[in-house]
T-cell receptor, first 114, second 113 residues
Framework: GGIITQTPKFLIGQEGQKLTLKCQQN?????MYWYRQDSGKGLRLIYY???????QKGDLSEGYDASREKKSSFSLTVTSAQKNEMAVFLC?????????????FGPGTRLTVL | GEQVEQRPPHLSVREGDSAVITCTYTDPNSYYFFWYKQEPGASLQLLMKVFSSTEINEGQGFTVLLNKKDKRLSLNLTAAHPGDSAAYFCAVSAHYGNEKITFGAGTKLTIKP
């Protein structure tokens, strides 16, 4: 088994501020993901990474940067926080291939923009 | 790209009743299908998975059915109990380069006593 940790659990920022969310996994998974979940809604993919130093844009990448510093960690930066992007940000990881393609999710970071 | 439509967005049933959530997808190359459960305030947990080659899976009081001809995936709950109250999300992945999974918008299931 393994675990995905996300820090911080709650993030409060000012409008226009640059904010960074962090994710660590010890599954030794190759692929990691960042999703945004707005209240009562589904998941929208922001970025994903299939290996260390790789970066792939999702459907919602504008306004965000990401960095896969090493295999176990994947960080997301909100470049200029806006009030309409208050949401829960979920990190996930998977082996990325075949029968084990399911994703395992972290507990989330709840972003509030003042 | 893949489009996944999930219905209904909200579903309320009485304890002991059955419930069905359905997803339709567009990519005929879709091969891996997942259902996730998200309890209030919690993250997503994998509930069940089914592959294009198997088409059916059962467990934990749920049955997952895949109709490849209609490109339809369903989650069937045979006898609801209060612990089933949660949001449920389908997710679909292609057979090739399947790092990217497309999620449905979710169904909020409420079980009434």
């Amino acid at each position: 088994g393994g675990i995905i940790t996300q820090t911080p659990k709650f993030l409060i920022g000012q409008e226009g501020q640059k904010l960074t969310l962090k994710c660590q996994q010890n599954f030794n998974h190759d692929t990691m993901y960042w999703y945004r979940q707005d209240s009562g809604k589904g998941l929208r993919l922001i970025y994903y990474s299939i290996t260390e130093n790789d970066l792939q844009k999702g459907d919602l990448s504008e306004g965000y940067d990401a960095s896969r510093e090493k295999k176990s960690s994947f960080s997301l930066t909100v470049t200029s926080a806006q009030k309409n992007e208050m949401a829960v940000f979920l990190c996930a990881s998977s082996t990325g291939t075949g029968d084990y393609a399911e994703q395992f999710f972290g507990p989330g970071t709840r972003l509030t923009v003042l | 790209g893949e489009q996944v439509e999930q219905r209904p967005p909200h579903l309320s049933v009485r304890e002991g009743d059955s419930a069905v959530i359905t997803c339709t997808y567009t990519d005929p190359n879709s091969y891996y299908f997942f259902w996730y459960k998200q309890e209030p305030g919690a993250s997503l947990q994998l509930l069940m998975k089914v592959f294009s080659s198997t088409e059916i899976n059962e467990g934990q009081g749920f049955t997952v059915l895949l109709n490849k001809k209609d490109k339809r995936l369903s989650l069937n709950l045979t006898a609801a109990h209060p612990g089933d109250s949660a949001a449920y999300f389908c997710a679909v992945s292609a057979h090739y380069g399947n790092e990217k999974i497309t999620f449905g918008a979710g169904t909020k299931l409420t079980i009434k006593p």
